[in-house]
C-alpha cells in the first residue's frame, strides 16, 4: 500500500569527482584488500527492500552478470522495508553484512560513521557518466559511501481532464509562485463543486520543507544538525495555513485521512483533487491511479524565476559496499555493470527511479512507459535550474519525517498555531539528532 508516509520514505554543496577509480587499499577493518581477477570463485550476497517489480529486475541483472561471469555467485536477499532495517541492523552486530546493501539517505551517514559501509572511492566503479551532482548525495566527510540506484525530483501531478472541467487552463510552472498555486488551487476548488480541491494537503511536509528552506537560502539539514531557526519553519506552517483558509488543499480532517490511505484511494486518485505533490518517479503510479493522461509540473518559487524553485536530483535509493566484505572489489564490478551496462539498464528500467548514468537512460527511454518518459523528459527539462543536493541527513534525523507529520497535523487542526508548532518541532526533533 503506498501512502503519504511510505512515498516520503522512499527520501553536499559541491559535485564530486567525475570518476571513482579503482586503487588498492583496505576500506574497513578485517576486509580483504580490494583486488580481485575474473577467474577465482566469489560468492557475494546482495540485499535490498522493494517490490515483486523490483525483486523480479534485479534477481534478473544478478542472472544476467552470473552468465557474463561464471565464477561468481551472488545471493538476493530481497526485503521490505518496515522489516529491511531492523534484520539489517542484526547482521551487522554479528559480523554478517551482506555484501552489497541497499542503502536511504537518511541512514548513510550514521552507517558511515560507525564504519559499515566501504569507501567507494578506492574501488573499480566508473561514475562518469552519472548526472550532476548525484555522486555528492552519498559523500559523507570525503568517502563515497552510497551511490545513487535511481534519480527522481519533487514535482507537482496535475489531472488536465479536471481543468479542463473547471475551465481553468494549466498553469506556466516555469513562472509561477506560492501565492499564484494557492489561487489557482483555490479557483480549482470553488469551480469543481463540493468534495472537490485544487492541490493536495501533501504538499506541506519535509521535502516540501526542504525546498522551502532553499529557497530561503537555508537548509533543512546539515552534516551535524539543521540548517534553520523555528522562524523559517513557521513561515512554511504559515503558508500552510493560508492555503487552509483560502480552501486551496482540503480541511485537517481530510488531509488525515487521506495521509494514511493507499494511493489508488486518495484524494488525487479517485478524481477529487486537482494536483498532487509526488516525486517524479511516481508519475506513472499517480497516473494509473487517477486513469487519466497527467502534467508533471516544477514546484512553484517565492520569486517567479525558475531556478528559484531550487529543486535538486534526489537519490530515491543507493547501493553500497558492506566494509567487512572480503569481496569488495568483486562487489564494486557487480555493481559498476548494475550502473553502467546497457543491459542492466534495460532490465530495472526505473523501478527504482530514472539511471544515474546518462548514457543509460538516453538508451533506455524508448522503452520506458508513457509516464516514465515524461519523468525523463521533466528530469531533463529541470538539469540546468538545479540547487546543489542536500547532505545526507546527520544520524537520529530518521525520526524527523514523523516528527514533522504531527506538528503539520497539530497546526492544521488549530491545535497550535504556526509559531508553537516549529518551535516545538524544532525542539523535539533537534533532541533526536546525534552528534
Known amino acids: ?30 576486509a580483504a584488500t580490494p583486488t580481485a581477477d575474473d577467474t577465482s570463485p566469489v560468492t557475494l550476497r546482495f540485499t535490498w527492500w522493494g517490490n515483486d517489480v523490483r525483486n523480479k529486475n534485479t534477481a534478473q541483472v544478478i542472472a544476467d552478470y552470473m552468465k557474463l561471469h561464471p565464477n561468481v555467485t551472488i545471493t538476493g536477499e530481497p526485503g521490505v522495508w518496515a522489516s529491511y532495517w531492523d534484520k539489517l541492523s542484526t547482521q551487522v552486530a554479528g559480523n554478517n553484512a551482506p555484501d552489497i546493501i541497499q542503502m536511504d539517505e537518511q541512514y548513510i551517514r550514521d552507517y558511515t560513521r560507525k564504519g559499515i559501509l566501504a569507501d567507494l572511492s578506492k574501488l573499480p566503479i566508473d561514475t562518469s557518466k552519472f548526472a550532476k551532482g548525484l555522486v555528492a548525495t552519498g559523500t559523507v566527510t570525503g568517502k563515497v559511501t552510497a551511490l545513487c540506484a535511481g534519480v527522481n525530483a519533487l514535482s507537482i501531478v496535475a489531472n488536465p481532464a479536471l481543468f479542463t472541467k473547471a475551465g481553468v487552463s494549466l498553469p506556466d510552472d516555469k513562472t509561477w509562485t506560492w501565492d499564484t498555486l494557492q489561487t489557482l ?196 527539462d529541470i538539469a540546468g535550474e538545479l540547487h546543489d543536493p542536500p547532505v545526507p541527513p546527520p544520524p537520529g534525523a530518521s525520526t524527523f519525517q514523523a516528527i514533522m507529520e504531527r506538528y503539520v497535523e497539530n497546526v492544521q487542526f488549530g491545535k497550535m498555531t504556526p509559531a508553537d508548532g516549529a518551535q516545538k518541532l524544532y525542539d523535539e526533533a533537534k533532541a533526536q539528532i546525534k552528534s
Open 185 to 380: 488551487a483555490a479557483d480549482l476548488t470553488t469551480k469543481l463543486g463540493a468534495g472537490h480541491y485544487g492541490m493536495s494537503g501533501g504538499l506541506f511536509g519535509d521535502s516540501v520543507a526542504r525546498a522551502w528552506m532553499f529557497q530561503k537560502g537555508k537548509s533543512l539539514f546539515t552534516d551535524t544538525g539543521f540548517g534553520w531557526e523555528p522562524a523559517d519553519m513557521q513561515s512554511f506552517f504559515e503558508l500552510m495555513v493560508k492555503y487552509q483558509s483560502a480552501k486551496a488543499i482540503p480541511s485537517a480532517a481530510e488531509n488525515a485521512q487521506d495521509f494514511s490511505t493507499a494511493l489508488a484511494q486518495q484524494m488525487f486518485g479517485t478524481g477529487k483533487v486537482a494536483m498532487v505533490l509526488t516525486w517524479s518517479n511516481q508519475i506513472a503510479a499517480q497516473q494509473a491511479a487517477v486513469g487519466q493522461d497527467c502534467k508533471i509540473l516544477r514546484l512553484p518559487s517565492q520569486t517567479g524565476v525558475t531556478k528559484d524553485s531550487d529543486l535538486w536530483y534526489k537519490s530515491g535509493q543507493f547501493q553500497s559496499v558492506s566494509a567487512k566484505s572480503k569481496n569488495q572489489a568483486a562487489a564494486a564490478k557487480f555493481l559498476d555493470y548494475y550502473f553502467n551496462n546497457m543491459d542492466a539498464g534495460k532490465v530495472m528500467l526505473a523501478e527504482r527511479g530514472l539511471p544515474p548514468n546518462t548514457d543509460v537512460l538516453a538508451s533506455i527511454k524508448s522503452s520506458l512507459g508513457n509516464a516514465d518518459q515524461k519523468a525523463a523528459t521533466y528530469m531533463s
Open 1 to 30: 500500500m503506498t501512502t503519504r508516509r511510505n512515498f516520503l520514505a522512499g527520501a553536499a554543496g559541491t559535485a564530486a569527482a567525475a570518476t571513482l577509480a579503482a586503487c588498492s587499499g583496505n576500506s574497513g577493518t578485517g
